[in-house]
């Protein structure tokens, strides 16, 4: 969906670095999501903020933080990449009080 | 959490014949289920979506059909494309807003 997007697109990094991944929106929800996919596997939840000021953490949501900088824009950081966080990165968004959610084009990540 | 699957993990159809992808849950309290295509390096698609209340939703070429005796999500495309060949994944909710995925079927539409 062109109302979500997310980069970079691809990333390879090593281990021990710090990356950012960004998703921006312009459906103008309210509430905002990271998800991680493996292959096999289906999306999993990493945090999840319902506004500006409210994070929340998912399942997995440990070697991972997030910032929402603004309603429009919700980042995920690997503070130290680990081999086992490559994966798909999908950001999802939807509207306060839907269940419905949007996800983004993804982001692949390749951690050596 | 409670646990959403997939009774096979890939599909083959010929094109023009009817798809029907079967998903199992668990959570007797969930009450929102969802279901999106995944198209290869592309992001999850939402299809259709169906609440608890209801047992059957329709959209263009798609239905989606829920039994909540046996906990039973299924998704027919009608008249299938090849551009429907694609991961398709069901979701189920209890939260209001927390998605639980299914490990996702694959559907392959041969000419």
């Known amino acids: 969906d062109a109302d979500v997007t997310q980069t970079p697109r691809n990333r390879i990094t090593k281990t021990g670095k710090r990356i950012m991944l960004e998703c921006s929106q312009t459906k103008g929800h309210d509430r905002m999501y990271w998800y991680r996919q493996d292959p096999g596997l289906g999306l999993r939840l990493i945090y999840y903020?319902?506004?500006?000021?409210?994070?929340n953490k998912g399942e997995i949501s440990d070697g991972y933080s997030v910032s929402r900088q603004a309603q429009a824009k919700f980042s995920l950081s690997l503070e130290s990449a680990i081999p086992n966080q490559t994966a798909l990165y999908f950001c999802?968004?939807?509207?306060?009080?839907?269940?419905?959610?949007?996800f983004g084009p993804g982001t692949r990540l390749l951690v050596l | 959490g409670e646990s959403v699957g997939l009774h096979l993990p890939t599909l083959s159809v010929q094109e023009g014949d009817n798809s029907i992808i079967n998903c199992a849950y668990s959570n007797s309290a969930s009450d929102y289920f969802i279901w999106y295509k995944q198209e290869s390096g592309k992001g999850p698609q939402f299809i259709i979506d169906i609440r608890s209340n209801m047992d059957k939703r329709q959209g263009q070429r798609v239905t989606v059909l829920l039994n909540k005796t046996v906990k039973h999500l299924s998704l027919q495309i009608a008249a299938t494309q090849p551009g429907d060949s694609a991961v398709y994944f069901c979701a189920e909710s209890s939260s209001g807003y927390e998605l639980n995925f299914g490990k996702g079927t694959s559907l392959l539409v041969t000419p």
């Open positions: 903020s319902f506004d500006v000021k409210d994070i």
């Open positions: 999802a968004t939807s509207d306060a009080g839907e269940q419905t959610q949007y």
